[in-house]
């Protein structure tokens, strides 16, 4: 597979995406190059995984439900009554079709919103950097950040129970993918 072309991504991004999402992206994509740098992760597929991840971020939910049904992307319930998680399943589509992503860098993209119960060390990566970013001054993730930066399934774990934690609080729909992430999340700490 030829090499994904980092200067006409980042330019796409540039005009998809707001100029704090764009800067999220990057990074993000910083991020995930430490983290796979320390966990022995394919660097490549890490840092574009990084700079994509939020490609389709900026969609509306309605484009976003409309690029689903047109290109078989099939969502249940939960996720049509909450759209803007959909922007993993449909920026993982257009890594690959539009930008040339591999499966391994899709893959960490598609699970990155709601994670799953088999995350890869590169799903794994991308789900943390996406919450640990420098860029984050969220209450509590300084600390995810330490964690995560000593050990990376640590860190994943706690990323996840924030996350969970936060949708809760925010009194929206939990999705099972998650909490059946979170349950493996514990045994692998
Ligand atoms: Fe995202
Ligand atoms: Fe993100």
Known sequence: MADLDEKYIMRELKKRLEPKRYKHSLNVMKMAVTLAEKNGADVYNAKFAGLLHDVAKNMSNDDLVKYCDENGIIIDDIKRRSPGTLHAEVGADIAKKEFGANDDIARAILYHTLANSEMTT????????????????????????????????????????????????RGKELHPQSLAALEVAKTQR
Do not use: F, Q, T
């Open 122 to 169: 590169l799903d794994k990566i991308l789900y943390v950097s996406d919450l640990i970013e420098v860029g984050r001054d969220l209450e509590g993730v300084d600390e995810i950040r330490e964690v995560a930066l000593e050990n990376l399934n640590e860190g994943y774990y706690l990323s996840l129970l924030y996350c969970i934690n936060n949708v809760k609080e």
